[in-house]
């Protein structure tokens, strides 16, 4: 495999190494895919934290500091997370009351309010405190934090619960206790993040040591993953690595527009002292509804994290396996885009639609053409999608440009 650019720069087979030390040991944020679902992909946004001074720390190259990362055996810890996220979504005005209304009373449809697929999309957007703990494979415990109220995320053994204050409503749902089989993890720190980036690490990429920072009061060195793909969205990943466990303790994903960051997501108080057990333990509050989950599901979810690994890797979907059917992506890399067909059905226009939701679809949207046709390109500061008239649908980290191209190169 080629290596990175820059005199100290890792390897492809770096990155592969650390995916296979990672399976390696068992997993530290386990919690069965029936509860994390969506979770990954929200709280998986971890972000902010202030950072104070550049400690002097010995000299040391990307690959060492990667197999640092690989190595790490954190099993115990506890502490606060302070996450911003910022996709550059417009305000969605009247629209957010408007389908607030339509879910009913509290907003999540026909599901609990504790149930981690509605509760956690929270994190989707602004700024937001976790508290964060973690005893082994088989404990942990992740906490959002709110005005006058809390939400809980809590793996204890074969039980895993959702508590929402705020309805005093209860998500439960089993599992076995971890044998090294889980393929599910709960993303709520740095860690995961930087893993997931190395993943994607290949000749496309850049990967060097770039200084030094002072994170929640402990000494790292600043790990910088670069796209080298031009149509790439990305513009940077830096991974502050504590200089002594080699645990990512922040984590900041900024756009190649520019400005403010996308992701940034990090620790302000940290401890590796063994938390205390109670901090593990739930009983469901009297008088709170309990919903019981699907276990069942688990091992559909687990295939489906197999197959969404990394942020700029390709993959080939198989139909009939979770997903849009016949998902395919093109190209590779950073700049790799995923298609699918919807059967012939394009985006409504805003005058056609009407109202808020209407207003709400132009203020997402423009409209191009090419070769392919015509068709709405709906962007983000970082994913970007278009949808073309006649229902096909190109998505990824790239610009717009990116993905008239790739439609007009299918045509």
């Known amino acids: 495999m080629a290596p990175y650019e820059s005199d100290d720069s890792a390897t492809a087979a770096d990155a592969e190494e650390l995916r296979s030390a990672r399976r390696r040991k068992a997993a530290r944020y386990v919690v069965p895919g029936t509860v994390v679902g969506i979770a990954a992909a929200t709280i998986g946004l971890v972000p902010a934290l202030a950072d104070s001074g550049d400690p002097d720390l010995p000299k040391i190259s990307a ?4 197999e640092k990362i690989a190595a790490s055996d954190v099993q115990q810890l506890s502490g606060t997370v302070k996450i911003t996220t910022d996709l550059g979504l417009p305000d969605l005005g009247g629209l957010e009351n408007s389908l607030g209304s339509a879910a009913g009373p509290s907003g999540s449809g026909d599901g609990s309010s504790a149930d981690p697929s509605t509760k956690l999309t929270e ?3 602004g700024t937001h405190t976790l508290r964060v703990a973690a005893d082994g494979e088989n404990r942990q415990k992740v906490s959002l934090l709110e005005n006058a109220a809390e939400y809980s995320l809590i793996h204890n053994g074969k039980d ?8 005093n409503s209860v998500f439960h749902t089993t599992a076995s206790e971890s044998d090294g089989k889980q393929k599910e993890e709960l993303p709520a720190t740095p860690k995961d993040l930087a893993e997931e980036a190395l993943k994607a690490s290949d000749k496309t990429t850049s990967v060097t040591v770039e200084g030094t920072a002072q994170v929640a009061g402990r000494d790292a060195y600043r790990l910088v993953i670069k796209p080298k793909d031009e149509g790439s969205t990305v513009g940077q990943i830096t991974v502050a690595v504590d200089s002594k466990t080699g645990l990512p303790l922040k984590f900041t994903l900024t756009p190649a527009s520019g400005g403010s960051a ?3 997501a990090g620790f302000t108080q940290v401890s590796f002292a063994k938390p205390a057990a109670s901090t593990f333990d739930f009983t469901p509050p009297k008088g709170a509804k309990v919903e019981e989950g699907d276990a069942a599901k688990t091992p559909e979810h687990s295939r489906g994290s197999e197959r969404s690994e990394g942020f700029g890797k390709g993959s080939a979907h198989e139909p009939g396996k979770g997903g849009p ?10 700049d790799s885009i995923a298609t ?5 059905q394009g985006v409504p226009s805003g005058s056609e639609v009407g109202g808020d939701v209407g207003g709400f679809l132009d203020s997402l949207g423009d409209k191009v053409s090419g070769k392919f046709g015509e068709g709405t390109v709906f962007k983000t500061r970082l994913i970007n999608a278009l949808i073309t008239d006649d229902g096909k649908v190109y998505v990824g980290a790239v610009t717009k440009d990116a993905l008239v191209k790739a439609a007009d190169a299918a045509k």
């Not at 690959?63 to 990667?66: D, G, K, R, S």
């Not at 699918?340 to 012939?344: A, K, L, P, R, S």
């Open 63 to 66: 690959q060492a500091l990667i």
């Open 123 to 125: 994190l989707a957007s």
């Open 340 to 344: 699918f067909d919807t059967g012939g």
């Open 262 to 264: 996308v992701v940034d």
């Open 325 to 334: 059917e016949g998902l395919n992506v093109i190209g590779d890399g950073w």
């Open 160 to 167: 895993v619960w959702g508590y929402d204050s705020k309805s």
